[in-house]
């Protein structure tokens, strides 16, 4: 059992050695967000950046690999999507780049990509939004999970991370385990800690640091929102399955239902078969992230954002906001009130 007086480093220190960092603080791997910039930002600052390859080749891959070492000399890892068409290519530019920590994100692995990265020594972190998927990607040799919970941003499962925690943790001892989804401060930070995880990934909060090259627009949209902005997209019919993703309301949000609305109505109508009607669904968003984190258009993009987005209410260096989640950690370590600067 973890002593209520243990000090912020006992209670990383598993997380820590595992990550070889200062703090056990994952960024979350955010497409068209977590580049070589805001990755190297993170590790430089004491955490562990992790870019995020979805929307790349493999040799942009490999070209945003070599810029964040450029930056930083600290550990990073790379995220990398099942379901990227290239994915065996995209593991061998992490191995020939000699990348310690991937994480396998987007859905189960198969054993070839496990098999794969650990013939390049790599560690695989994996994500678990069930008791039985982490037990499982344990046994397939994952060296550590991360249980990402429903309050989090972009694609996410049906359970809320306080639940999945209570869930996993008093289960799981083998490896490393890391919560995210909804955590913007320290307190929540170390009380995860305190709950038996090896530390925490943090995603939203990351998205308006000075070094994030998130266009303006788009951050200035997660500075104005409230956490009940944060919404899951809406599925209208059972026959036309719709992936939850969670992004704040905005005039996109309201066409999808009106797309998938039209949609229907043409396939009970018997001018559209299923198959046509469900891609049409599935591509209304194809895009849209880009729309809204590259070029700024926060209308008619998809701003995903976790529920910990009322939390963001400035712009800061990455350095400012780890320092702030440390101070905010000891402070309720010491039991007392943390006073903003």
Not at 171 to 185: E, K, L, M, S, T
Not at 308 to 335: D, K, P, R, W, Y
């Given at each position: 059992?973890?002593?209520?007086?243990?000090?912020?480093?006992?209670?990383?220190?598993?997380?820590?050695?595992?990550?070889?960092?200062?703090?056990?603080?994952?960024?979350?791997?955010?497409?068209?967000?977590?580049?070589?910039?805001?990755?190297?930002?993170?590790?430089?600052?004491?955490?562990?950046?992790?870019?995020?390859?979805?929307?790349?080749?493999?040799?942009?891959?490999?070209?945003?690999?070599?810029?964040?070492?450029?930056?930083?000399?600290?550990?990073?890892?790379?995220?990398?999507?099942?379901?990227?068409?290239?994915?065996?290519?995209?593991?061998?530019?992490?191995?020939?780049?000699?990348?310690?920590?991937?994480?396998?994100?987007?859905?189960?692995?198969?054993?070839?990509?496990?098999?794969?990265?650990?013939?390049?020594?790599?560690?695989?972190?994996?994500?678990?939004?069930?008791?039985?998927?982490?037990?499982?990607?344990?046994?397939?040799?994952?060296?550590?999970?991360v249980i990402?919970?429903?309050e989090a941003?972009?694609?996410?499962?049906?359970?809320?991370?306080?639940?999945?925690?209570?869930?996993?943790?008093?289960?799981?001892?083998?490896?490393?385990?890391?919560?995210?989804?909804?955590?913007?401060?320290?307190?929540?930070?170390?009380?995860?800690?305190?709950?038996?995880?090896?530390?925490?990934?943090?995603?939203?909060?990351?998205?308006?640091?000075?070094?994030?090259?998130?266009?303006?627009?788009?951050?200035?949209?997660?500075?104005?929102?409230?956490?009940?902005?944060?919404?899951?997209?809406?599925?209208?019919?059972?026959r036309f399955?719709?992936?939850?993703?969670?992004?704040?309301?905005?005039?996109?949000?309201?066409?999808?239902?009106?797309?998938?609305?039209?949609?229907?109505?043409?396939?009970?109508?018997?001018?559209?078969?299923?198959?046509?009607?469900?891609?049409?669904?599935?591509?209304?968003?194809?895009?849209?992230?880009?729309?809204?984190?590259?070029?700024?258009?926060?209308?008619?993009?998809?701003?995903?954002?976790?529920?910990?987005?009322?939390?963001?209410?400035?712009?800061?260096?990455?350095?400012?906001?780890?320092?702030?989640?440390?101070?905010?950690?000891?402070?309720?370590?010491?039991?007392?009130?943390?006073?903003?600067?």
């Open positions: 059992m973890i002593s209520p007086c243990s000090s912020l480093e006992q209670l990383c220190k598993r997380g820590c050695d595992f990550l070889g960092t200062r703090y056990a603080i994952l960024g979350g791997a955010m497409t068209w967000v977590s580049n070589h910039n805001l990755v190297a930002a993170i590790s430089n600052a004491g955490g562990f950046g992790v870019l995020a390859s979805g929307a790349m080749s493999p040799d942009i891959l490999s070209q945003e690999i070599d810029r964040t070492k450029a930056m930083t000399s600290k550990p990073f890892g790379v995220n990398l999507i099942t379901m990227h068409p290239k994915l065996e290519e995209m593991i061998d530019v992490c191995g020939e780049h000699k990348i310690r920590h991937v994480v396998l994100a987007g859905g189960l692995p198969n054993s070839a990509s496990f098999s794969r990265l650990k013939d390049y020594g790599c560690l695989v972190i994996g994500f678990a939004p069930a008791l039985i998927i982490a037990k499982k990607l344990i046994k397939m040799g994952a060296d550590a999970l990402e919970g429903s941003g972009g694609h996410i499962g049906p359970v809320s991370t306080s639940v999945l925690a209570q869930e996993i943790l008093p289960q799981i001892y083998d490896v490393p385990v890391f919560i995210a989804g909804g955590i913007g401060r320290g307190e929540a930070f170390v009380s995860y800690l305190k709950m038996g995880a090896s530390g925490c990934q943090l995603g939203t909060r990351f998205v308006c640091a000075e070094e994030s090259p998130a266009h303006e627009n788009f951050k200035q949209a997660f500075i104005k929102a409230q956490a009940r902005d944060a919404v899951v997209s809406l599925q209208l019919d059972q399955p719709v992936i939850p993703v969670r992004a704040l309301a905005n005039k996109a949000t309201k066409e999808f239902l009106e797309v998938q609305a039209k949609v229907i109505k043409e396939y009970d109508s018997g001018t559209t078969d299923l198959k046509e009607a469900q891609l049409k669904i599935e591509h209304y968003w194809a895009g849209a992230l880009r729309r809204a984190a590259v070029d700024g258009d926060i209308e008619n993009g998809s701003l995903m954002a976790g529920q910990s987005v009322g939390m963001v209410t400035c712009i800061q260096s990455t350095a400012e906001i780890m320092h702030e989640l440390i101070e905010q950690a000891n402070a309720f370590l010491e039991e007392k009130p943390f006073k903003a600067a």
